[in-house]
């Protein structure tokens, strides 16, 4: 299995931006790079996922590096909400389940 | 659009009885999944459905684990004869079949709590 490594926590101030850093030098050509993020006593909740280009949606950017072999979440500006746990996964081509690893538990400051 | 329901949302059980988690997905997706989480660990994925189909369950442990997603109603997630290291919240998940071969976005439940005394 395809695996990414994150940051154990991060800390950010509220109202700045937040760069959470993922890992995957196996990464493969077909496999997708998806975030989800778990907010405290709630089920994991989609937020972005790109192949090889960045990305962006109304909740956050998503940056690949050139190589696919690491890239970045980006939350442009943190409220005390987005504190919760940011799971990166490679999504295999063709395979349907996510394999969750321990992500980011992300502190906001107020 | 309602997301995907779970319920009970918190279910209490002693040692020996049975579970029954109930899952609803979202209107018009086909496909189910299940996921177990540990107190204090990661989502650990355990069955994969279709409608009437089973097609992935290498998560799932052997024995008195079951699950099924009937044609009409709910998935159901069924544990027999509960121990206390069954306690864990379990989510559920769905997702639309899309295009060919892309992996889907799947859509969480708010999860069921089981407590096992």
């Known amino acids: 299995d395809a695996k990414t490594t994150q940051p154990n926590s991060m800390e950010s101030n509220e109202e700045e931006p937040v760069h959470l850093p993922c890992n995957h030098s196996?990464?493969?050509?077909?496999?997708?790079i998806h975030w989800y993020r778990q907010l405290p006593s709630q089920g994991p909740e989609y937020v972005i996922h790109?192949?090889?280009s960045n990305v962006n949606n109304r909740m956050a950017s998503l940056a690949i590096a050139e190589d696919r072999k690491s890239s970045t979440l980006i939350l442009h500006r943190a409220t005390l909400r987005d504190a919760a746990v940011y799971y990166c996964?490679?999504?295999?081509?063709?395979?349907?389940?996510?394999?969750f690893g321990k992500g980011t538990r992300l502190h906001i400051l107020p | 659009n309602a997301g995907v329901m779970q319920n009970p949302r918190h279910l209490v059980r002693r040692r020996g009885q049975e579970a029954r988690l109930r899952c609803s997905p979202m209107k018009g997706h086909s496909h189910v999944y299940w996921y177990r989480q540990l107190p204090e660990e990661g989502l650990k994925f355990m069955v994969y459905?279709?409608?009437?189909?089973?097609?992935?369950e290498s998560g799932m442990p052997k024995e008195r684990f079951s699950a099924e997603f009937p044609k009409e109603g709910p998935s159901i997630l069924r544990i027999q004869q509960v121990v206390r290291g069954d306690s864990a919240a379990y989510f559920c998940?769905?997702?639309?079949?899309?295009?060919?071969?892309?992996?889907?976005?799947?859509?969480f439940g708010p999860g069921t709590r089981l407590t096992v005394l």
């Open positions: 998940a769905s997702s639309p079949r899309g295009l060919a071969g892309v992996a889907d976005t799947q859509y």
């Open positions: 459905l279709q409608k009437e189909n089973i097609i992935d």
């Open positions: 996964i490679l999504r295999v081509n063709r395979d349907d389940k996510i394999i």
């Open positions: 790109g192949l090889t």
């Open positions: 196996t990464i493969s050509g077909t496999d997708y």
